[in-house]
Antibody, heavy 122, light 106 residues
Framework: DVQLVESGGGLVKPGGSLRLSCAAS????????MIWVRQAPGKGLEWVSS????????FYADSVKGRFTISRDNAKNSLYLQMNSLRTEDTAVYYC???????????????WGRGTLVTVSS | SYELTQPPSVSVSPGQTASITCSGD??????VCWYQQKPGQSPVLVLCQENKRPSGIPERFSGSNSGNTATLTIIGTQAMDEADYYC?????????FGGGTKLTVL
């Protein structure tokens, strides 16, 4: 089956760290740009970070820049998000998603994982 | 930074046509896609631009994108279409989502 499975979420205190993983299967992971998107409880979708196929280009939302680090291991078909200096406002379900390139060169996202919940609370 | 604006909620009767708008500066120059999210589930891509639907998405979903507004249209709305819908565009290497619209079928 073509799927993405996130893991690594949990409860962490403010200022703490957590590393999320996203395991890909059923497709050639190394051929796709990947992203992380989060959704705070009862709120909308917020893009977090993107990484291209060979990790050549990496982008972050301003809200996480300097605190979060995205990476990937194509040999392990895995995507990661290292989250440091966590804040209460980082509490959310974190989704990984596969990017496709539109004819215009824009990105859109055709495959999403089920998400992993990160709760930042003292 | 680029912003996309959606109405918080839209209501429609079963069998009628639902329209959900998404507004942004010169949005017609961007490739706009729409995602459906049902409670407790992850987002699902339903449409890009006018009629680019992934496999398995019904033909009752269609779209338009002109000027500053993109619209997702559902013709013959069914109860199963009740969900949150998000528009999405890409701008200057950032991914932008609209705030989401809750579609109620009643």
């Amino acid at each position: 089956d073509v799927q993405l499975v996130e893991s690594g979420g949990g409860l962490v205190k403010p200022g703490g760290s957590l590393r999320l993983s996203c395991a890909a299967s059923g497709f050639t992971f190394s051929s796709y740009t990947m992203i992380w998107v989060r959704q705070a409880p009862g709120k909308g979708l917020e893009w977090v970070s993107s990484i291209t196929t060979r990790s050549s280009y990496i982008f972050y939302a301003d809200s996480v820049k300097g605190r979060f680090t995205i990476s990937r291991d194509n040999a392990k078909n895995s995507l990661y998000l290292q989250m440091n200096s966590l804040r209460t406002e980082d509490t959310a379900v974190y989704y990984c998603a596969r990017a496709r390139t539109a004819p215009t060169g824009d990105w859109y996202f055709d495959l999403w994982g089920r998400g992993t919940l990160v709760t930042v609370s003292s | 930074s680029y912003e996309l604006t959606q109405p918080p909620s839209v209501s429609v009767s079963p069998g009628q046509t639902a329209s959900i708008t998404c507004s942004g500066d010169t949005l017609e120059d961007k490739y706009v896609c729409w995602y459906q999210q049902k409670p407790g589930q992850s987002p699902v891509l339903v449409l890009c631009q006018e009629n680019k639907r992934p496999s398995g998405i019904p033909e009752r979903f269609s779209g338009s994108n002109s000027g500053n507004t993109a619209t997702l249209t559902i013709i013959g709305t069914q109860a199963m279409d009740e969900a949150d819908y998000y528009c999405q565009a890409w701008d200057s290497n950032t991914v932008v989502f609209g705030g989401g619209t809750k579609l109620t079928v009643l």
